[in-house]
Structure formats: structure tokens, C-alpha cells
């Protein structure tokens, strides 16, 4: 079969496929609302699923949507795991499975990776002695080309202002700058926020319940836009050499696994949900991956992110530009390609089958 049709075309029917396949399989549901509204007035909320013994000692989490738009895949992953693979499933009485539906359904229902506030949430999650302000150096001086203050043309020569911006500032200054996240620029890309988003708050107030004294944890974080095209890499922040990045590679195989210091580029970011949810449960093995799946090259994904976030502070309502830059990012981080859309939906299934197979 395909898993083309695991996709919804909007949040609001992801939310109630979710919810409704959810109730199907008799798992305990649970939803909270940020507080905000969608396109057609519809509540916005983060929905829970719990499948499984109350007090397990094995829990897999599998989160969608922390990036707004690209939880049209991870929802598209958790409904096909709902409707499909858990059907059949046998449940043990040890492991407890935990799914968080649209971590950030504002972004999902407005289609932008940010949310309410303009915040990467990948980059909110700050631990307690951490402060919510900083930048990395460069941040300032590229911030007039990445953050235009007007809105965005279909015809701007982008490839060409990269390059140049490239030649004179050097890749690396690019790369270990844009995806590193800011505290200082509320209207720039990967700004982190100045306080403990709704998100953080529901997290942060639930997430001890939901795993209680689970002495084992496999946490997956489903996101899009990086990589190869329809390939998924894991990415944990765990050292190169320790005992979890050990463990998680040869479960999960060391041609994907990408541990913190062996990537390629190099950056260090704070404020990432891994790291807090590992901190909150020192006790617990609580092993986290973010699971990226690759759709256009990352030049066009930034183009995207870049031009959408334009139309959204500096287009008249009602402009052209919001609507085919929300297009666009939403191609970028889902592409219609049905290939792509079965090929990941059938991966990230795999990929759960795993954690609960390995745990
Ligand atoms: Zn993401």
C-alpha cells in the first residue's frame, strides 16, 4: 500500500484523524490548548495519545510538529502507526507508547516552522541556569540579508545574494551562525524567545506524569528539511564516545546515527528539546533522536524560510506573497511528491518499530 494518504492537507483534519484514530485503538487522549486560534477560528492544541500500561517502565515517545509546518509529516507518521501498525500490535506491560501530536500547532495550522511568538521552539527549550539572550557573533552582521525589512519578490536573484553573502563572510561563518538560533532579533529566523514558550510550559508541567518512573525512555523527534531527499539521519547530542551514543548506534544503525561532534559542521546550540528532556529525567535512560528527513537541497529551504518570514512582518494582508510563500515552505518541508511522501511515511514507520523492537 501507499502512505501518500497518511497526509492531511491542513492541521485541523491531522488533528482529528489523530484524535480520532487515537480513541479507536482505546488510548487515553489528552489535549491542551495554547491559547491561540487557526485560519477558520479553530482551537490550537497539542494532543496526547497514551497506548498502553499507566505506569510503565519502558516509554517510546514519538513527537510531531515542534517545527510547525513540517508536522505534516510526523502526523502523517503517527495517524499511519495509529491506523496500521498498532492495530496488530502486542502490547507488553512493560512499554508504554507516548505520542505528542503538533508540538507547535500554531505553526502547523498557519504553516510556519515558528510559532505564536516568531520562536524556533528547537531552540526555546533552555535549561535552568540558561538565559533566553546571546546571539552567535556573526548573527549581526548577516541579519540584514536574512532578515529583509520588506516584503519578499518572486524574482529576487536569492542564489546570487547567498553567494555573495558567502564570498564575503565565508561558508562557515553561514553555517555556524543561521542554524545555531538567537535570542536578540524577535522578528529574525531561528530567534529562540525571551521566556519559556506555551509549549515549554505543557512540556514541562506534563511530561513527569506522562513518564513517571520509567527507567527507559527512546524519544523520537520527527522533523524534515535536512539531509538527502527522502533519507533520514538521527541526530543526538550525546558525546562521540559515551555509553548512550554506543548503544544508539548499534540499534539504530551507525549509517544513521549521527553523534554531536562527528557531523560535519559543527555547531553548538542551546535551547534544543533533547538536551532538556534528558536533563529533566536524570535518573531515567531517556535516549533522544532527532529523526531529519531530507527534502530540497538546504539552500532552498532557507530561501524558503527566509521569504516567509518576510511576507509574515512585512506584507500588506492580503498580499500575494503570503500565500505563495506559504506555498512554498510547505513544499519545502512537505513535498507533494508522492514518492517522497510514501517512501518517509514508510521509514519513519520503520524507524518507531525499532524503538519499541530495541527498548
Ligand atoms: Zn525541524
Known amino acids: 500500500m501507499s502512505y501518500t494518504t497518511a497526509f492531511c492537507p491542513n492541521y485541523t483534519t491531522a488533528r482529528n ?37 499507566p505506569h510503565p517502565q519502558k516509554v517510546v515517545v514519538v513527537s510531531s510538529g515542534l517545527h510547525g509546518v513540517e508536522g505534516f509529516f510526523g502526523s502523517a507518521v503517527q495517524c499511519a502507526l495509529l491506523e496500521e501498525r498498532l492495530v496488530s500490535w502486542n502490547q507488553s506491560q512493560e512499554t508504554t507508547l507516548l505520542l505528542l501530536h503538533a508540538l507547535n500547532p500554531y505553526g502547523f495550522a498557519w504553516c510556519r516552522r515558528w510559532n505564536e511568538e516568531n520562536i524556533d521552539l528547537n531552540r526555546n527549550f533552555l535549561l535552568p541556569n540558561e538565559e533566553y539572550r546571546g546571539s552567535p557573533a556573526k548573527y549581526g552582521d ?73 527507567t527507559d525512555v527512546v524519544h ?20 562521540p564516545d559515551s555509553k548512550p551514543t554506543q548503544w544508539l548506534t548499534e540499534k539504530f544503525g551507525d549509517d544513521v546515527v549521527e553523534a554531536y561532534k562527528a557531523r560535519k559542521v559543527t555547531y553548538i546550540f542551546r535551547g534544543g528539546l533533547g538536551t532538556w528532556c534528558k536533563a529533566k529525567f536524570p535518573k531515567c535512560n531517556y535516549r533522544f533522536l532527532t529523526a531529519e528527513f531530507g527534502t530540497y537541497p ?24 503570503k500565500d505563495w510563500t506559504r506555498q512554498r515552505l510547505m513544499e519545502v518541508f512537505a513535498p507533494t511528491d508522492e ?21
Open 17 to 53: 484523524r489523530f484524535r480520532t484514530s487515537a480513541l479507536a485503538l482505546e488510548c487515553r487522549l489528552e489535549a491542551y490548548s495554547i491559547d491561540q486560534t487557526g485560519p477558520n477560528g479553530e482551537d490550537l492544541t497539542i494532543d496526547v495519545a497514551i497506548l498502553g500500561n
Open 142 to 214: 548577516l541579519n540584514a540579508f536574512f532578515n529583509p525589512t520588506s516584503p519578499p519578490s518572486r524574482f529576487e536573484p536569492f542564489v546570487v545574494k547567498a553567494i555573495a553573502t558567502i564570498l564575503r563572510y565565508g561558508i562557515t561563518s553561514l553555517t555556524a551562525t543561521l542554524p545555531v538560533g538567537q535570542y536578540d532579533f524577535p522578528q529574525g529566523l531561528f530567534f529562540g524567545g525571551n521566556n519559556p514558550s506555551k509549549t515549554y510550559q505543557i512540556l514541562d508541567a506534563n511530561l513527569p506524569r506522562w513518564i513517571g518512573n520509567a
Open 220 to 239: 523520537i523527534d520527527f522533523h524534515t528539511g535536512l539531509g538527502k531527499k527522502a533519507t533520514y539521519k538521527l541526530f543526538i547530542d550525546d558525546p
Open 298 to 321: 538546504v539552500i532552498q529551504v532557507v530561501e524558503a524560510l527566509r521569504a516567509e518570514n518576510r511576507a509574515h512582518f512585512f506584507s500588506p494582508p492580503n498580499h500575494l506573497s
Open 339 to 359: 514518492d517522497w511522501r510514501d517512501a518517509v511515511v514508510s521509514q519513519g514507520l520503520d524507524l518507531v518499530g525499532r524503538a519499541i523492537a530495541v527498548l
